[in-house]
């Protein structure tokens, strides 16, 4: 099992900055795509940021401009980097990972952290 562990999530005035970080853990696998997803209660999910090994992003109209994507292939690791936030980027935050173990595909995502954007 690939295991995916956010961190960096917490409360933030409008405007400020927070960055998040996620780290896959496990053997035998490989991960082509990492990225994040957020959900807000009573809401669809909303995926935010993707980016490939080969450093290919893609972002959500809500928040080009403002958010970066990077990752850190050694080791495992993908950041997003949450500039300029507002209210509406309050949610619960997701790492996702697309990839081969054991060359079987798979699709996993992290347990969450939370982001709240509030004065």
């Known amino acids: 099992q690939v295991q995916l562990v956010e961190s960096g999530g917490g409360l933030v005035q409008p405007g400020g900055s927070l960055r998040l970080s996620c780290v896959a853990s496990g053997n035998g696998f490989s991960i082509n795509t990492m990225g994040w997803y957020r959900q807000v209660l009573g809401k669809e999910r909303e995926l935010v940021a993707t980016?490939?090994?080969?450093?290919?992003?893609h972002y959500a109209d809500s928040v080009k401009g403002r958010f970066t994507i990077s990752r850190d292939n050694a080791r495992n690791t993908v950041f997003l980097q949450m500039n300029s936030l507002k209210p509406e980027d309050t949610a619960a935050y997701y790492c996702i990972a697309r990839g081969l173990m054991s060359a079987v595909p798979f699709y996993d995502w992290g347990q969450g952290t939370q982001v709240t954007v509030s004065s």
């Open positions: 980016i490939t090994s080969g450093g290919t992003t």
